[in-house]
């Protein structure tokens, strides 16, 4: 195994002459696309069968157990996880609106297609720059849109429980106000935000910035700033043994109690319920 793991996702390579079973771990919820590299490896999803190899990749939803068996020793494949709250930000920016029901992708993602080749491409952009010794291409804001990138395609080339939902979207994108308030929110999320930074960031009024929220995302600025810190702290919850209130205040958290009724109205259980799960 070798990889590398950061807040909304991990991705490694991974070689065994054995074979291997992944579990889920308890309150982290993840997707995971495996690509094979080296041979091929036959994977299992509950009743769902594929073959990975260079033209066949395998997408396994949370809480799937992952059952893989190599063809001969050797076998390599790439493995890209991917937290299920970056997915279900991604179909609400693409749709347009919140979704109560996850997503739930088909298994196999034919890489041989043109949507396929796509994802392919994107991943292994994002390989490409996690290797690279350049300075730049190791901040943060270049791996989170490249990720964000890799997600969009996902949703758009791979069959999925709300596809039917993404054909009836039109093909306008969303407002340049909007795009720009995300991006400043995703870049500066551990600092102090308010309506009012975050309406000079996108370069309008906060009562124009809030629409575009509204409008597009079905929540409110704030809302959305709140739940993608939830969103990060669980995942450090989750992947680390730093206190609660570490982690909560690297992500801009400043008043312990309410957030812990906030991580409770989101996920059902308090911080320390998670810790010690």
């Not at 390599?76 to 991917?82: C, D, T, V, Y």
């Not at 991604?90 to 739930?104: D, F, M, Q």
Request: aromatic residues 6%; positive net charge.
């Amino acid at each position: 195994m070798r990889g590398i793991a950061a807040a909304d996702f991990a991705v490694g390579y991974f070689a065994s002459p054995l074979a291997v079973r992944v579990g889920t771990t308890p309150g982290r919820d993840s997707y995971f696309v495996n690509l094979g590299l080296d041979g091929e490896i036959s994977a299992s999803r509950g009743g769902d069968q594929v073959v990975l190899s260079r033209e066949r990749a395998g997408v396994f939803n949370p809480g799937d157990a992952q059952e893989l068996r190599p063809n001969r020793p050797g076998t390599r494949f790439l493995g890209l996880r991917i937290d299920a709250g970056l997915v279900r930000r991604e179909l609400a920016a693409l749709t347009g609106r919140p979704t109560r029901s996850a997503v739930r992708f088909d298994l196999p993602l034919d890489l041989s297609e043109p949507q396929g080749r796509a994802v392919k491409l994107l991943i292994e952009s994002l390989i490409e720059q996690l290797d690279s010794g350049d300075p730049l291409f190791q901040r943060e804001e270049l791996r989170r849109s490249q990720l964000r990138c890799i997600v969009t395609a996902l949703l758009l080339a791979q069959s999925h429980t709300h596809t039917a939902a993404l054909r009836d979207v039109p093909g306008t994108p969303h407002p340049k106000a909007l795009r720009a308030a995300v991006a400043f929110i995703e870049a500066n999320l551990p600092e102090p935000l308010s309506l009012s930074r975050i309406a000079e960031a996108a370069g309008c009024s906060a009562r124009t910035v809030s629409g575009a929220f509204r409008d597009n995302l079905g929540t409110s600025p704030m809302a959305y700033v709140r739940d993608l810190r939830l969103d990060r702290i669980r995942h450090d919850l989750l992947s680390t043994d730093d206190q609660i209130g570490e982690i909560a205040y690297r992500w801009g958290v400043t008043h312990l109690g309410r957030f812990a009724a906030d991580y409770r109205s989101r996920f059902g259980e308090l911080p320390s319920a998670t810790t010690r799960g």
